[in-house]
């Protein structure tokens, strides 16, 4: 059996969750060690499972619980050497390993892909993790779906996929000038139109399931998310990730 979740997903903290019978790994620990426990409890998952966290930037709403996790679960915080070296010194856990770009990480009978993207961090990457014969794809805090995010995306059967913002409430919203130039740019977040095109342009056969992740609360809301993305109703199914609480848990 496969289980996935979005435990956290939006700019107060972020991880993922993807786990078999034996195993589990997390994407990112944006949350802390309580935090992150009594949500793995709510979701009937089972924390001694989780034998690493992958990191995938420095930014602190995926970093900040790095340390207590890593420390009270006893495994290790996967980094870029780049993102570990940037990352503050209350980021960094005592217990760490390295990935590297497109090099297979295994663990057990999951693998993952660190893949490098576009978005204003020393080094930033997004992960596809295959396990049981399938491919998760956790694609957030991207500015651009370059070419090699593309190629990631047309293997995956499930995705986290970054909804970030809708392009006219960010523009006619509150948010300083150069923060507003900054998420919509090429190294910023993926608008609610760009993560679509992703999916008509880039989606296999196989894809079957799309958690819209990291969804801005000041420049964006699950209604316009769902909206924008209500044209492939059918043809997938969309579900919802949450800045507040666990998504619903994918068994199967």
Request: net charge neutral; charged share 25%.
């Amino acid at each position: 059996m496969l289980e996935i979740c979005a435990l956290a997903s939006g700019s107060n903290g972020n991880s993922y969750y993807i786990g078999n019978e034996k195993e589990a790994i997390l994407i990112d620990a944006g949350i802390s060690y309580n935090m992150l426990v009594k949500r793995l409890e709510h979701a009937s998952l089972d924390k001694s499972k989780i034998k690493a966290i992958f990191i995938s930037h420095e930014h602190t709403d995926h970093i900040q619980g790095i340390r207590g996790c890593s420390k009270k679960l006893g495994i290790p915080g996967i980094f870029s050497q780049h993102t570990y070296l940037k990352s503050l010194k209350r980021h960094q856990p005592d217990l760490y390993a390295f990935f590297e770009h497109d090099v297979a990480y295994t663990i057990g009978g999951i693998s993952v892909y660190p893949i490098k993207k576009q978005h204003d961090a020393c080094d930033p990457y997004s992960f596809r993790i295959a396990c049981n014969g399938n491919n998760i794809g956790v694609f957030t805090d991207i500015g651009e779906a370059d070419e090699t995010l593309q190629n990631e995306f047309k293997k995956c059967d499930t995705v986290f996929l970054e909804a970030n913002y809708d392009k006219e409430m960010l523009w006619k919203g509150s948010y300083p000038i150069n923060i507003k130039h900054r998420v919509d740019s090429s190294e910023g977040h993926l608008s609610n139109e760009q993560a679509l095109e992703l999916v008509q342009k880039h989606a296999s056969a196989g894809l079957k399931t799309i958690f819209l992740s990291h969804i801005s609360f000041s420049n964006n809301t699950h209604e316009l998310a769902l909206q924008t993305f209500s044209r492939l109703n059918g043809k997938y199914d969309i579900k919802l990730t949450s800045r507040h609480g666990i998504s619903e848990v994918l068994r199967f």
